[in-house]
DNA sequence: TAGACGTGGCA
DNA sequence: TTGCCAAGTCT
């Protein structure tokens, strides 16, 4: 079955990048943009790597520059061991392997900053070499092709992704009918899992194993790769406004979608900006600096995320909106509000409301 | 082996 | 603003 191995090369060779700057069986430098690349996207890599190669453009004038002036060009790239490495790597290259780079995969491995995947791209890339790689676009392509489920940075399934990637490759080299480019299947896997099979919406239309791809088959895009358990619930925002006129609160019904849906309770705003627009909205004429009267803010635990309330408290004594029974928005009473269907956190903010001095 | 390592894009 | 993720490796 190394249909799935040709359909990937062929896609990319109609539709995948072939203009990137490295681009090449040159090991320095496809080396230097695997290292670069490392969880760094493409379109930040490309200026970085440009400038890099025009001041460093060998091993040897890697290996002999300052490490100072190595980081120079590095700085803003992030993840600075890389840039270390890379230099110390290259003075590595230089002593022992007289500024050739090795061809053999226990050799290449050994090397500062270069592990299994980045050995294996350079090993495809370089010499053509039969194995696979495996990166975040790999690993989700895998576990929505072939229906791999659990988290993919554990052990376990590191492992079976591997397992896979190999199994998928080695059939199709067993096949005496196929010819695998491995420079074009490696950049299929890499190109096609960024540009198809995205983290989000992937483009299953424009996919051509989607007929047997299981995520596509079970409409599980969206669960695979499975996501990592969050450790600490998500944090939301919002802002309140207590509009008070004359020992009333102005209360909103909540919207028939998301949470409170259907309760009364206080307008509530993205951030402040918005709540200043819906007060205009009303023909108040407001002054920010002077008229919101910022109170103490507090957070609500739901089930599944933390809600930061920051109640803003306006005075008004302009015109009074009656209070409408059919949308149920309205001023209310300070102290007649206790049987209606509020929120707890809102009617605890109403009690604290009431029994201060306002 | 889980956590650290940087920065930027995206929802 | 928060959280998640991106051509991973090292300790």
Redesign the pocket.
Known sequence: MSNFVQKLCAWQQAHG?HD?P?QSTDPYRVWL??IM????????VIDYYKRFLERFPTISELASAEQSEVMSYWA??????RAR?LHRCAQIVVEQYGGVFPREYEDIVA?????????H?IMAFCYGAPTPIM???V??LFTRYYGIKGVT???AVEKQLWSQAEKTLNEALGDEHTHVDMACYT?AL??F??LICT???PLCDDCPVAGSCYAKTHNLQKEL?T??A??????R?TVMLLLVHDNHIWLEQRPQQGIWSGLLSLPSFDDTEALIHYLQNQGMAINPAKDLIKLAAFEHIFSHFKLHIQPILVKTTGAQSLLDSSSKQGYYHLHSWQTLPIPKPVSTLLETLATTDI
Do not use: C, F
């Open positions: 990048r990137l490295w943009s695997e690349l490392q969880q760094t996207q493409v379109a930040t803003g790239l992030g993840y600075y061991a490495n090397l500062p900053g270069i592990g299994r995947s980045t050995a791209a990166d975040g676009n690993k989700r940075s554990t052990a950049q890499m190109d899992g960024s983290r989000s919406k790769p996501s990592k969050r450790k600490t619930t998500p944090t925002h």
